[in-house]
């Protein structure tokens, strides 16, 4: 009978710093897609026509293009319009996770920000009225009024979004970073148990996606009782 995969010390090391590895690549893209977001939706609400129209098209090439796509972009044909100095620094400092974490990061910030969008588009027009009325410019009313109200309004798309980034993280697999895809398909190589791997693998993703989906439930639980929802 098989030892059980996991009885062996070393596909246990390296299975957690897959996990490491995975969780790091997800924090980081999203908190800075999360802010490209807000930024993209800011430039897309003003009235400048020339503004919306980049932030347009940003949106539709990251929505119409696979993920997998972009990230090859970004690790095959970004680097090599570089200067040669700039592609040697990025060699020596983690170029894999670095180029998949931009990646990740636009296409997760495409999505983001028309979820932030059409939650501000959700609000009484009133309120930016009432705002301007009392002195505040623009980004003032954007910052202090209006998008704390769109991101409680778009809970629901930013918390699928959120899943499918943490699901999008294992391409990075593709270019070589040592996530927990990578270090399945590394343990499957050596014990061809490919069965027990993939499984332990697919439960980490679920156990992942599982925690994102409780925080977001606490998170919208907590927007509609600030809304006096309950």
């Known amino acids: 009978m098989k030892d059980f995969l996991l009885s062996n010390p070393d596909n246990v090391a390296l299975l957690l710093h897959g996990l490491l590895v995975t969780a790091q690549l997800f924090a980081l893209s999203w908190v800075l897609a999360m802010l490209l977001a807000s930024v993209l939706m800011a430039a897309r609400s003003t009235q400048s026509r020339g503004l919306q129209g980049v932030v347009k098209w940003f949106v539709e090439y990251h929505r119409n293009v696979p993920g997998l796509v972009q990230i090859f972009v970004w690790y095959f044909g970004v680097p090599q319009l570089l200067p040669s100095g700039m592609q040697r620094w990025i060699n020596h400092h983690d170029g894999e996770f670095m180029l998949s974490c931009i990646a990740l990061t636009l296409y997760a910030a495409a999505y983001m920000s028309e979820d932030l969008r059409s939650g501000l588009r959700s609000l009484p027009r009133g309120q930016a009225e009432a705002a301007r009325s009392l002195g505040m410019n623009y980004f003032q009313t954007l910052r202090h009024i209006l998008l704390p109200q769109a991101l409680r309004a778009a809970l629901p798309p930013l918390v ?53 989906m409780g925080v977001g439930a606490l998170a919208q639980q907590r927007a509609a009782a600030a809304r006096g929802g309950r």
């Open 160 to 212: 699928n979004q959120t899943l499918a980034l943490f699901k999008a993280t294992s391409l990075a697999m593709t270019v070589g970073v040592a996530d927990l895809m990578h270090a399945a398909r590394q343990i499957e190589n050596e014990t061809y148990r490919t069965f027990e791997v993939f499984m332990i693998a697919s439960a980490c993703y679920l156990v992942g996606s599982w925690f994102i």
